[in-house]
């Protein structure tokens, strides 16, 4: 994990850390492991940008997105055709490509990797609506340019440029309406539903995300876009546990970023790079600076965007592990000069995402764009965080011949670190003062610390067996005392074997001392009290 570390504070992609690692362990590195296989690293590597763009989904907030929604879907379609043919053009005549090489070349690199963005974008204070075009476009614009790298490496001639644009469309549409049932019904169906375990509802959602993408595929529409959508929607849905969930969401984008980069870099035969090092840097400027540029700011003419955030914009076009794995395309397809294409574009993407990473926020400060960091922070919030105080939450029920009845909540006289937080009362919630009165069919919610929690459960069962004046009158738990066992003459005896007690939070058959899961979200297990 000390690569998270370094690609957090230094502001660099974590794509160079772990291809660094990966060429270390490969060809020519350290170990010298042989790895050759394209289409492998290709199956692994689709199977981690859809859960990176799930992630990517599940984080994307529709309050900073919707207003951008029409220019971040120009910029993905219309600036990506703009940006492929000045780029190929660039490979043609300055690099000396044929054309459907350089065709792939331009389609593979004009593609913003989700990866890079999410993880550079979200540490640099920018406004809403910059980080909002530049994160749905890296998460829209997978799916077009997937589609012109399979048309281009296709063995035979390439379709006209109309038929592209219909099989784009077309596929669009079938991956956007798939992703937005597909959301809609899942967040449908898990704000009705209770699964059994708070645990299961960071997989369900992910799940229903991937599901998403399978579905898209399934009906010749775009996958990417699908499971992109759906995690969108997923995310802005209020879901139960949603904090759990958004923290599992962010380690498993982790893990694929981590075995898909340093799978690519196992990939790559690094002294094959040399003589393709000086084409990728010619490649890689003209799309930074040219067509990158001119793409955003055409695409986004009709829109009213500043002319210094376009700017921000085309600087911001980060390319990562997308257009390295879509450059096995034409790899697993046999095309003509495609390990030459792999190399070019694996030094294109570590030398410019070298230099873009790590001065982006330099040129948003430069512009005046960057934003206070403290207005852009958001609020986690988990049902019961009480994993850092070892606390315990208790479910107490009140029976009808508890002599719990009638008292009120100031006179249970817990220990100092156990209070009532909440009742629930004829199917109604509420948090009750001192003065409440408990009532026959209650049930209690009490969060105690781990050092008082025997007491104070100790108290509750002296109370509901002598009432209020429990302690004085012969019955254990007494608040003078203040010790565990303290019982007096009936003490625990008198409880019944059938009543449990409160279960850790988070699961059944758990070890009541510990009293929190790894994600501090809580569970059930109601005692009855007599």
Known sequence: MAAV???????????????????????????????DNAELTQVIGYAALVVILAEGGLGAQWKEVKPVLPAAAVVSTVGVAISVGITASAAHYLVGLDWRQALIIGAVVSSTDAAAVFSVLRRVPL??????????????????????????????????????????????AIGAAIGITVGWLGSLGLRHVALPASGLYPIAVMAIAVSAYAAGAMAHG?????????????GN?????????????????WLAQIGMFVLLGLLVTPHDLVDDFWPAVVVGLVLTMVARPVSVFLSLAPFRIPGREKVLMSWAGL????????????????????????????????VYTLIQGPTLPWVANKLNIAEDPAEADDLGIES??????????????????????????????????AAVTLVVRENQSFVPSPAT???????????????????????LRAVAEGGKLAGWLGTG??????????????????????????????????????????????????????
């Open 127 to 172: 406004p809403p609506r910059i980080t909002g075009v530049l994160e749905a476009e890296s998460g829209f614009n997978d799916a077009p340019v997937v589609i012109l790298v399979v048309a281009f490496s296709a063995v035979g001639p390439v379709e006209h440029w109309y038929v592209l644009v219909a099989e784009i469309a077309l596929e669009l």
């Open 477 to 530: 738990g007494s608040p003078a005392a203040g010790t565990p066992g303290a019982t007096g003459p009936q003490g625990g005896s008198a409880i019944p074997q059938a009543m449990k007690l409160a279960k850790k939070l988070g699961g059944a058959g758990a070890d009541t001392r510990t009293g929190v899961n790894g994600s501090g979200s809580a569970g059930s297990g109601t005692k009855t009290l007599p």
């Open 5 to 35: 570390r370094i690609s957090s504070r230094s502001g660099l992609p974590s794509l160079l850390l772990y291809l660094g690692i990966g060429i270390a362990l490969g060809q020519d590195g350290i170990f010298d492991v042989k790895f």
């Open 319 to 350: 390319r990562g592990a997308v257009p390295i794995i879509l450059a096995t395309i034409p790899m697993v397809s046999g095309v003509e000069g495609s390990t030459r294409i792999f190399n070019i574009v694996f030094v294109l993407v570590i």
């Open 437 to 459: 009165v408990l009532r026959r069919g209650d049930e209690l919610l009490v969060v105690a610390t781990d050092p008082v929690r025997d007491r104070a459960e100790e108290r």
């Open 384 to 417: 019961a965080p009480l994993e850092r105080l070892r606390g315990h939450l208790l479910s107490v029920a009140v029976p009808t011949k508890s002599k719990m009845h009638g008292v009120e909540v100031g006179e249970l006289r817990l220990p100092a670190g």
């Open 237 to 253: 849905s209020k879901l139960p546990h949603w904090p759990a969930t958004r923290g599992f969401a962010d380690g498993l984008g």
């Open 222 to 234: 775009s996958g990417f876009l699908a499971v992109y959508l759906a995690a969108m929607i997923l």
